[in-house]
């Protein structure tokens, strides 16, 4: 009889509070043939917490390639294994996009464990819009690279997210300086852990509050709301309001502008903001 294939488990892991591990990622933990980490050390401490024991296999940026060979064989032969990243999300800024695209193009069952996320942590406590938002990862280090983020988060009309390493802290302010004028910014700072905070503030406010600041962060920056619309469809009523409400018109004049511009009666318009 043929031998069933295996299924790779994404488990998500705390990013502080060792808490922060769901039931099911637990059982899964428990229930695997061999647990897949970054850093085998700091997953040991994880699992001694949790008193669970299982092989560990190491799997991080400089060995990806070779060691999803392995895995994959593993898991052919019928071994379920757990993907682990050092916190948080594997994938999100961490190892497993190569195994996992590789076992999509074997067939092989990818079950993802949900869990902690700084980028969604972030956003979800920083009181900046949830609805739309783009996830930049780290902003890169070359400097044309790094230009063309920056435009792009000057430009946005959509949350951005970003994270950032404590030691870069201060030069990426400085860039940011130079594009936000009074945006909103949220640097999200040490999530779940005991000095957890968030800094809210526009940009000028929030240098003058992080000097020496350490730990992990979350960048989160309020959309672009003055970046002219080509097309009004793409946003919604209410962000249509507010990009003219920002100009300073009046209640009257704003709704005549947004029935313009959507090519509606002023009416229909009105209807929607008669509590406003
Ligand atoms: N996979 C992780 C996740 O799901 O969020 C992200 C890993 S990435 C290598 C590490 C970055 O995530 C840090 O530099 C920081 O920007 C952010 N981060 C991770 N843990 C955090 C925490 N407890 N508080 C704030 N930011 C955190």
């Known amino acids: 009889m043929q031998k069933e294939i295996g299924r790779l488990y994404v488990v998500a892991t705390p990013i502080g509070n060792l808490e922060d591990i769901t039931l099911r990622a637990i059982k899964v933990l428990e229930s695997v043939d061999l647990v897949v980490a970054e850093d085998t050390r700091h997953t040991l401490k994880l699992l001694n917490h949790l008193e669970i024991s299982k092989p560990?296999?190491?799997?991080?940026?400089?060995n990806e390639d070779i060691k999803t060979h392995s895995i994959i064989e593993k898991l052919l032969q019928g071994e379920n294994i757990a993907l682990v990243s050092d916190a948080g999300t594997p994938g999100i800024c961490?190892?497993?996009?190569?195994?996992i695209k590789e076992c999509i193009d074997r067939q092989i069952e990818v079950v993802p464990i949900p869990g902690a996320c700084a980028l969604i942590n972030a956003l979800i406590a920083s009181g900046v819009s949830t609805k739309e938002f783009i996830f930049l990862g780290f902003l890169p280090l070359n400097k044309k690279l790094r230009k063309e983020k920056l435009d792009e988060?000057?430009?946005?009309?959509k949350t951005v997210i970003f994270y950032e390493a404590p030691h870069k802290l201060l030069s990426t302010l400085d860039d940011l300086r130079e594009?936000?004028?009074?945006?909103?910014?949220?640097?999200?700072?040490?999530?779940t852990k005991i000095y957890e905070e968030f800094i809210?503030?526009?940009?000028?406010e929030i240098i003058s509050k992080a000097q020496n600041l350490k730990g992990e962060m979350v960048f989160i920056i309020e959309a672009n709301s003055d970046v002219q619309?080509?097309?009004w469809e793409d946003i919604s009523i209410e962000e249509h309001y507010k990009f003219y409400e920002k100009q300073g018109l009046s209640k009257k004049d704003i709704i005549k502008k947004i029935a313009k511009d959507r090519g509606v009666q002023k009416n229909e318009i009105y209807q929607k903001f008669v509590d406003f």
Request: aromatic content about 2%; charged content about 35%; cysteine-free.
């Open 56 to 62: 560990l296999m190491s799997y991080h940026r400089h």
């Open 94 to 99: 961490d190892p497993g996009e190569v195994v």
């Open 153 to 157: 988060i000057k430009n946005a009309r």
């Open 179 to 191: 594009i936000l004028e009074d945006r909103q910014v949220v640097l999200a700072r040490e999530l």
């Open 200 to 204: 809210r503030g526009n940009i000028n």
């Open 229 to 231: 619309e080509d097309n």
